[in-house]
């Protein structure tokens, strides 16, 4: 045998504390070293069933067409818009952000003409203004938001955009990749016709599947298309085929990824097991704590007041602190990655995210004290002592 250089795998024990992945469950781990079955096998045909099911539970949905796209949250994302996406077609995208950014681009990638509704980075979509594009553009087929906005830490009010939407008879496309699992998400009730999500955000699982689901409108739009969906592997009419097929009459599409989709059945799982009310209290709560812990020590925070995300919360970086050192600090001593920021926000904010398994109390205390240390070690001023007993304040009052 020929030398070899490359050792056994043995990656760090990191807490992530960034804007994803999020830190696996062990009972997701757990569930990945179950033996690979054939993805026709009756006992996977099953296992896909309960995995459809528990899936309409979190996105709060009776969608038949509910399923995980095998890709990370990007896929679902493109499965959106090209399945309902035609040239010519006019759609509304909502652009505050990153994520915002990122769908118009694709949506402008299917052909479509594409109406952007902006807002500054740190703030809401107004529905004001997607009602006055709508309002100019009757024709419009989609309008697409992004929930929680991962770039921004920005969470985006649905109700209102969803009503307008559905007044002017347009399909209402949801980017629900950070929120799903640690927000609520309710597909039905805010009338979504695509919600998309991601595996390893909220849901504790490794990356590698995006959850959708889809109402029997965008289905209708599906199927009265004028020409097939460009996308062979993303293309929905043979993917409910597969994935909506009860047990009998599934057809082969694509190998479903087994491995992730136990993982997937596994965080699922725990996300049910814990209750959905009591998982979004954990994270409402961790959240408010590490916000009101990263203020008392002296730093501000960047997403408008009253739109903060208890998920993901981006924090200004204060004068004479350098991002990457800071940063690199926290990984190299404390074993902690946290975010940085992304295009105009970079070098400006940090993103804090408590998501899934993540969000924890003793999670909010650590990173709010190596945070201190770290920065005052660096010479920052930071009031020192103050993250943490104001955090442990809004812990202890419930
Ligand atoms: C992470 C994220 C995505 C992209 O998901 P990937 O899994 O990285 O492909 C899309 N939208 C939002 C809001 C995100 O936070």
């Known amino acids: 045998m020929t030398e ?18 999020s830190n696996v469950h062990p009972r997701v781990y757990r569930a990945m070293m179950a033996p690979v079955v054939g993805h026709l096998d009756p006992f996977f045909v099953a296992t896909m069933d309960e995995v459809v099911d528990l899936l309409r539970l979190v996105f709060q949905t009776a969608n038949r067409v509910t399923l995980p796209i095998s890709g990370t949250g990007s896929a679902g994302m493109e499965a959106s818009l090209v399945n309902i996406l035609e040239p010519g077609d006019k759609v509304v995208v909502g ?18 003409e594409v109406f952007p509704v902006t807002a500054a980075w740190g703030q809401p979509i107004a529905p004001e203004q997607v009602e006055a594009v709508l309002r100019q553009h009757p024709e419009t087929k ?90 062979w592997y993303l293309d929905l009419s043979m ?27 596994e965080g699922l799982r725990v996300a049910v097991e814990e209750g959905l009310e009591a998982r979004y209290r954990r994270h409402a ?25 208890p998920v993901l919360t981006t924090v200004r970086i204060p004068e004479g602190a350098d991002d990457l050192k800071v940063r690199r600090a926290l990984l190299n001593d404390d074993n902690i990655e946290i975010g940085g920021g992304l295009g105009p926000l970079a070098g400006r904010i940090w993103r804090l ?10 999670n909010v205390l650590l990173l709010l004290a190596a945070l201190e240390r770290v920065l005052a070690g660096l010479g920052v001023r930071v009031y020192r002592g103050q993250g943490v007993a104001a955090a442990l304040e809004v812990l202890n009052a419930g």
């Open 353 to 362: 995210g408590l998501m899934g398994y993540a969000s924890s109390e003793e």
């Open 239 to 265: 993917l409910e085929r597969y994935w909506g097929n009860k047990q009998t009459a599934r057809t082969y599409h694509h190998t479903a990824p087994i491995t992730m989709i136990y993982a997937l059945r």
């Open 285 to 309: 709560r961790n959240g408010r704590a590490l916000q009101a812990g990263v203020q008392a020590m002296g730093l501000e925070l960047h997403a408008q007041e009253g739109h903060r995300l």
């Open 95 to 112: 652009v505050n952000g990153f994520f915002g950014e990122r769908l118009a681009d694709a949506a402008g990638r299917c052909g479509a």
């Open 4 to 21: 070899l250089a490359v050792g056994e795998l043995n990656p760090p024990a990191r807490t992530l504390l960034g804007p994803g992945p």
């Open 142 to 231: 989609a309008v697409v938001v992004v929930h929680a906005e991962t770039s921004t830490g920005v969470l985006q009010p649905m109700e209102d955009i969803a009503r307008l939407t559905k007044e002017r008879g347009a399909l209402l496309v949801v980017d629900a990749v950070t929120s799903l699992g640690g927000i609520p998400v309710a597909t039905d009730a805010w009338g979504a016709d695509v919600v998309y999500s991601c595996t390893q955000k909220c849901l504790a699982v490794p990356p590698g599947l995006s959850p959708m689901t889809v109402s029997e409108a965008a289905l209708q739009a599906l199927r009265e298309r004028r020409g097939k969906v460009p996308s």
